[in-house]
């Protein structure tokens, strides 16, 4: 990986100071930014979102009082990469960048933080691990199914992105799903592979939790659209939807399906940073940081 890929430890995720652990040759975790946005339908911006998660993480501390560890130090650090270039990529072109790219890191053991724009990108990603291992899931958390075939005449939209998975074959558990339109729930009665839990039925107990994490394999890939949070937490989205997962209930899921899977890899999208508005971005950075932190404290990395 050329030193002109990667920012400098004062540049990178969290801003700690020792350059050491923000170098590609030491830094177990790497943060991958995928900033490409093409098929956004409602409001745009999702492209400026990768790099204000990692802006944002400068002001996370470092000690997370939860798990008593500065995660960053016991994982031996992060070194964060610099934003992917989509230039004349669109597509099934981009995604096939994206997957190239993601198994280039693979080969190189890196354990892959992504940060895209629209959730598109996570077909690319997807495509990627499902090479290099065999019997992954996925575990979607997201207000949108995004199960249609195509949106707006695009098969690669951000709204079929599931679509394209479950073409793949792979297990998929969504979480917090709210909107969608019929084609897409009439997908999940007909399929055996899709196991949909929706926000109305998340709000009695969480007993929803352990329902979700018994449908996953053993080894799982996490994807996070930020509109599956409730938008009273993170409003800069470009669809965002009333009622869904709480701070505390999306932290809980996490930290009890890292005790119970191996999650090999996650990836953060759909952010769209608003102009004077902090919130949704420093959200974020904090829980990429607070899922380090439980992949550390279960022996993951």
Request: aromatic share 8%; hydrophobic share 40%; net charge negative.
């Amino acid at each position: 990986m050329p030193a002109e890929q990667t920012l400098n430890c004062d540049e990178g995720f969290l801003g700690f100071p020792e350059p050491e652990l923000a170098h590609i040759d030491h830094a177990k975790v790497v943060i991958q930014q995928c900033p490409y946005e093409y098929t956004s339908s409602y409001l745009k911006g999702s492209a400026a979102g990768p790099a204000a998660i990692v802006n944002a993480s400068h002001f996370v501390e470092f000690y997370d009082e939860e798990l008593g560890i500065e995660t960053y130090k016991m994982i031996g650090g992060i070194c964060s990469l610099e934003p992917l270039n989509f230039t004349g990529l669109v597509n099934s072109d981009a995604i096939d960048f994206i997957e190239q790219t993601t198994l280039g890191l693979i080969e190189k053991d890196k354990f892959i933080v992504s940060l895209g724009a629209e959730h598109t990108v996570t077909a690319g990603l997807v495509s990627a691990f499902s090479k290099t291992h065999k019997n992954i899931s996925i575990l979607q958390i997201d207000a949108h199914s995004d199960l249609r075939d195509r949106y707006e005449g695009n098969p690669y939209s951000h709204a079929s992105v599931m679509a394209r998975i479950h073409e793949m074959g792979l297990p998929i558990v969504q979480v917090g799903v709210r909107a969608q339109c019929k084609e897409e729930a009439d997908i999940i009665k007909e399929s055996a592979h899709i196991h949909t839990i929706y926000a109305h039925q998340m709000n009695e107990n969480n007993s929803w939790m352990d329902q979700a994490i018994d449908a996953l394999s053993d080894e799982v890939y996490l994807t996070i659209d930020t509109d599956g949070l409730d938008p009273s937490i993170a409003p800069a989205v470009g669809t965002p939807e009333p009622g869904g997962l709480s701070w505390s209930q999306l932290c809980t899921l996490i930290k009890k399906l890292a005790s119970r899977k191996k999650i090999i890899s996650f990836d953060i999208v759909e952010l769209a940073p608003r102009k004077g508005d902090i919130l949704t971005q420093y959200t974020m950075a904090k829980l990429c940081y607070k899922i380090l932190g439980y992949l550390s404290t279960n022996k993951q990395l």
